[in-house]
């Protein structure tokens, strides 16, 4: 049984049809009766005119979906940044998400969630710096280092998405005070990443923890220059770049006066935490 609210869409649509109809009728009956004169002129100005509103009719259609994939990419796009004090204030500016009101059943769950996820982040930097420790006590083979070094990009991964999570929760249970507690820690890393990378520095270390630093401090140049064309498939090119510009190798990969004089002094500096976070990088690209 038909509500009157079909009935009435029914009987308009059938309406429709019957007025297109009769249009259709009468248009065909024209076109039978008319006597019709062909001029070239004609044909090709209707032709064009034709052209004319199809392109612009595809201009429209591309304008649009452009428009709506640009607005799209605008609502979920969200900046990354952390380059300097400044992007890191301003991406924790943009994180903070409209305070939603929560009932006290969602609010429970997400505690329980915020701490197991808090549990997690402990267990595995636990773990990190057991792994961390190991490689600084032990004298391990190359290829351990790299095993080992792989497994704390991932945990360090795992710990970086973690966090992103405990943010997420922490602005909807506490909106107004999560960002400041949360970056803290972040902003005091870049201001110390900004004091120790210069480019001559972090270079030299990355060919130290490649060679070895009692390799570095002992060898002649003649044993330096040998291991190096070794290791030279190990050294990403902007690393062997900075090389090149800083004259610390010549174009053949050999090593200058110069060269041995800075490997083995960043040697003197070096220490194992500036091992495993030079090597990580090293490794890091070396997957990608």
């Known amino acids: 049984m038909r ?20 249009f259709s009728m009468v248009l065909m009956f024209k076109i039978a009766v008319t006597k019709f004169t062909f001029h ?8 064009l005119a034709i052209f004319a509103i199809g392109i612009c009719s595809m201009f429209y259609v591309k304008i649009n979906e452009a428009l709506q994939a640009f607005s799209a990419a605008g609502k979920f796009l969200l900046p990354v940044t952390k380059k300097n004090k400044q992007n890191v204030t301003e991406e924790a500016e943009e994180m903070i998400e409209p305070e939603v009101t ?16 808090e549990e997690q982040v402990k267990r595995m930097k636990q773990v990190q710096k057991e792994i961390t420790n190991r490689l600084i006590d032990e004298d391990l083979h190359e290829d351990d280092k790299r095993d080992y070094i792989d ?19 922490t602005s909807l ?10 970056y803290e820690e972040d902003e005091q890393h870049l201001e110390d990443n900004q004091d120790e990378h210069t480019v001559q520095t972090a270079t030299a270390k990355d060919v130290v923890q490649l060679l070895g630093k009692e390799f570095v401090l002992n060898a002649s140049l003649e044993q330096f220059n040998h291991k190096m064309r070794e290791i030279q498939h190990s050294i990403t090119l902007e690393t062997a770049n900075h090389l090149k510009e800083e004259g610390l190798i010549d174009p053949y990969f050999n090593v200058t006066r110069k060269g041995l004089k800075e490997f083995r002094r960043a040697a003197k500096k070096f220490s194992y935490e500036d091992g495993v976070k030079f090597l990580s990088k090293v490794v890091q690209r070396g997957n990608r």
């Open 3 to 22: 509500t009157t609210d079909e009935k009435i869409k029914l009987r308009n649509h059938w309406f429709k049809i019957i007025l297109i109809s009769l």
């Open 40 to 47: 070239f002129s004609d044909m090709l100005a209707f032709i």
């Open 102 to 117: 929560l009932n006290e059943s969602d609010r429970e769950e997400m505690e329980r969630q915020l701490l197991t996820l």
């Open 151 to 169: 497994y704390l990009l991932q945990k360090e991964k795992e710990i970086m998405l973690a966090k992103q999570e405990v943010v997420r929760i």
């Open 173 to 182: 249970l506490e909106p107004e005070e999560m960002i400041e507690e949360e």
